[in-house]
């Protein structure tokens, strides 16, 4: 009923800047929340950013100045912005989506959705 879409991983140096995007289609009727989680290799997966439908932001600490989340409304579309990236950036991210779905007047409660996963390695 939902699928997103994530793109803009890859290999960056340290200090490096990258920008994941994730667009989220199908039967949406309203978007709590959205934002990325990460999971590194022998990791439990860990919220890295949220931004609520009202806008309001939630940042994992060791994160906060480096990454900015933001939204387009109108496309359903997440960003992440990374500058001065680390090594222990380096991990799979994944995109989540807080969404209710509706079609045709038929409406279902909210439920967690998430992408399929884009790697970013930081590493000279």
């Known amino acids: 009923q939902v699928q997103l879409v994530e793109s803009g991983g890859g290999l960056v140096q340290p200090g490096g800047s990258l920008r994941l995007s994730c667009a989220a289609s199908?039967?949406?009727?309203?978007?709590?929340?959205m934002g990325w989680y990460r999971q590194a290799p022998k990791k439990q997966r860990e919220l890295v950013a949220l931004?609520?439908?009202?806008?309001?932001?939630n940042y994992q600490d060791s994160v906060k100045g480096r990454f900015t989340i933001s939204r387009d409304y109108a496309k359903n579309t997440v960003y992440l912005q990374m500058n001065s990236l680390k090594p222990e950036d380096t991990a799979v991210y994944y995109c989540y989506g807080d969404i209710r779905t509706g079609l045709g007047g038929i409406f279902h409660p909210r439920n967690d959705y998430w992408g399929q996963g884009t790697q970013v390695t930081v590493s000279s």
């Open positions: 199908g039967s949406i009727f309203g978007i709590n929340a």
């Open positions: 931004i609520t439908s009202g806008g309001n932001t």
